[in-house]
């Protein structure tokens, strides 16, 4: 049977992959984008228009305007809630109004909406392994020092990493909101570093240009002992559709690798495909030595003790074992990511 979805967020790095895989499955999609006006960033989604005649439709919507998303969602029976501003920690200069708020009374006007459409059934919303941890040492105090799904992240702030607590206080108030009412279900999906291919190129996500500053070669010299706990954007896209799909789905699902990758082995992969391969660091800066010039870049001595060396595996088997996640190499994503970032660079 063919269903009607709404994905907020629609231009965005996650959110069009969500689009196109809904397209794909012959399901008809409402796509938010804060103006259409700007062809730049609704570019992508014009083009699959024309790929997917009569599947899609754009609206706009503000994540801090009331009502704004009532329209987009007429018709509708899913709710894919993907918009959420991310940005990487150099990018941010006030972590209320930039991340916080969107975030925040984005989730309550998106929830609102839902509370007024009568024929919605199910929301699956995107939220991050960030809203269940805020510093990597935060995971040692989990049992067997595994990233589960059991745990919300309390240690973050408004002023330390307020992504993460951005993430976490939005994903507490959808559940709040859910738990508030029986005719809906909320499903959410925290995914880890997201990674991979852009659909749509002119994406400014944070997470497209996470290897940015290695890939043009600032850290030739070597990288500090800090790991990432990646994710496919494909996955990413492929979990909310399951988790759509299946009526059994229910509560949060970690999206990512159980074992965590280290800048180094990125950089090691990366070297296989990049065009200047000896701009890719080699070598792992000793931990002393970050430790001394770390506060020169930024790093306090408190980020260095809760991240610096610091590993641990996620528990993903509910991804798998209820969604039929099935994750792909590391090498595969960051081939695509590569190959994503070379053509946005050189568009």
Request: glycine letters at 6%; charged letters at 20%.
């Amino acid at each position: 049977m063919t269903t009607t979805a709404l994905v907020t967020g629609g231009s965005g790095f996650v959110a069009a992959q969500v689009v196109r895989r809904l397209l794909e499955d012959k399901q008809t999609v409402h796509a938010t984008v804060r103006s259409l006006a700007n062809k730049s960033k609704c570019h992508y989604l014009l083009e699959m228009q024309k790929e997917f005649p009569g599947q899609l439709e754009l609206f706009e919507a503000d994540l801090l305007v009331t009502g704004s998303f009532d329209a987009a969602m007429k018709g509708c029976t899913i709710v894919h809630h993907v918009a959420s501003p991310f940005l990487l920690p150099e990018q941010i200069k006030d972590g209320q109004s930039q991340l916080v708020t969107p975030a925040l009374e984005g989730t309550r006007n998106v929830l609102e909406s839902v509370n007024k459409n009568q024929d919605i059934t199910r929301v699956v919303m995107t939220s991050t392994i960030g809203a269940i941890f805020g510093d990597y040492i935060d995971v040692y105090s989990m049992k067997d020092r595994i990233l589960s799904e059991d745990y919300f992240n309390t240690s973050s702030s408004v002023t330390n990493n307020p992504y993460h607590y951005s993430k976490v206080i939005a994903e507490q108030e959808a559940w709040k909101i859910s738990k508030a009412q029986n005719r809906w279900s909320l499903v959410c999906i925290n995914p880890g570093m997201v990674l991979g291919p852009s659909s749509a190129g002119n994406s400014d996500s944070g997470s497209l240009f996470l290897l940015d500053e290695m890939l043009k070669g600032y850290f030739f010299y070597g990288m500090p002992d800090l790991s990432l706990a990646t994710v496919d954007v494909r996955e990413v896209a492929q979990a909310h559709l399951a988790a759509a799909e299946k009526l059994a789905a229910h509560g949060r699902y970690i999206l990512c690798d159980v074992d965590m990758a280290s800048f180094v082995q990125i950089s090691r992969i990366l070297r296989k495909f990049h065009n200047r391969p000896y701009l890719l660091p080699r070598h792992q800066i000793p931990n002393w030595i970050v430790r001394l010039l770390g506060p020169l870049f930024g790093l306090s001595q408190s980020y260095m003790s809760a991240h610096l060396g610091v590993r641990f595996k996620s528990d993903n088997r509910r991804s798998v074992q209820e969604l039929g996640i099935i994750y792909r190499p590391l090498e595969e994503t960051l081939q695509d990511h590569y190959k994503s970032w070379v053509e946005h660079k050189n568009a």
